[in-house]
Structure formats: C-alpha cells, structure tokens
C-alpha cells in the first residue's frame, strides 16, 4: 500500500509542475508578444490648427511650418510602449496638458501629458501611455511656447 501511496504522490507532484509550467510559459508568450504601441503623430497637411490646453490657457497654432515644428518635435522623442489606454482622457492625475490636433475633416485627435505619482506620461486614447522624464514634458511644452 505504500508504493502505491507514493506513487500517487510523485504522480500529483508532477501534474503540479506540469501545470505550473505550462501557465508560466503561456504568461511569457503573452507578456513577450504584447503589442507595441507608438504615438499617432498627424501630418501637419492633414491638420487645420493644433491646440494646447495649459494651465495659463489655451494656445492654438495654425500655421503649418509651425505645426510642423511641433509634430516634428513630438515624433523625435521616439515615443512606445506595451502598456494601452483604455480610456478618453487620464484620471487622478497632475499638471495634465491637453493637446488637440484639429482635421481638416473635421476630426480631433488628443495627446494627454501629465504627472502621476511623481512621473511623467504621454497619453494616446485608446493608443498607449508613454513614461516620459520630466525634460521630455517640458519639451513639449515649449514645443508650442516657441511656436506662438
């Protein structure tokens, strides 16, 4: 009756690591093969006016060499993740910036930058959420500033 008693157990035991296993290899596949995610940047072509919500108030900038500047600012920064958006505007969150891009048909797009927790994020809606430091937050901001 003992061999047997043991044998069921080697038997559990290794049911048990078969299947602890089998998760762990089926939670790396997932986490290795996550989407990537990256910023949709507009072409200023397709834009009407990019508009930035500050604490200071809103500034708005139409002219397409200006534009330019800033999209070609904010596509230097090189920006991706793993980690999605599920949602059409961040919460709890500090010193948040909202940044519009205005279609020519009549479309918005939204880029959320902001501080939670004492770091720094992009935000795409429905896209991704980007870390960024505290320089690249101000770059953006001032992206806007020098275009004025």
């Known amino acids: 009756m003992k061999k047997k008693e043991k044998k069921n157990k080697i038997v559990s035991y290794l049911v ?19 989407q ?6 507009p072409n200023s072509h397709n ?5 930035y919500e500050l604490p200071t108030g809103i500034i708005t900038v139409a002219e397409e060499e200006k534009m330019d500047k800033i999209l ?11 980690t999605v958006s599920v949602q059409d505007s961040p919460t709890d969150v500090e010193d948040i910036v909202y940044i519009r891009f205005y279609y020519k048909e009549d479309a ?17 809606p429905y896209n991704g959420i980007y870390k960024i430091d505290e320089e690249k937050y101000n770059y953006i901001i001032d992206l806007v500033k020098e275009s004025e």
């Open 36 to 41: 990537v995610y990256i910023p949709d940047i």
């Open 16 to 34: 048990i690591l078969f299947l602890i296993v089998a998760f762990g290899c089926g939670l790396w596949y997932k986490l290795a093969n996550r």
């Open 108 to 124: 918005v797009g939204n880029l959320f930058i902001y501080k939670k927790n004492n770091k720094y994020y992009a935000e795409e």
């Open 72 to 82: 070609e600012g904010l596509h230097s920064l090189n920006l991706s993740t793993k």
């Open 47 to 51: 834009l009407s006016s990019i508009s």
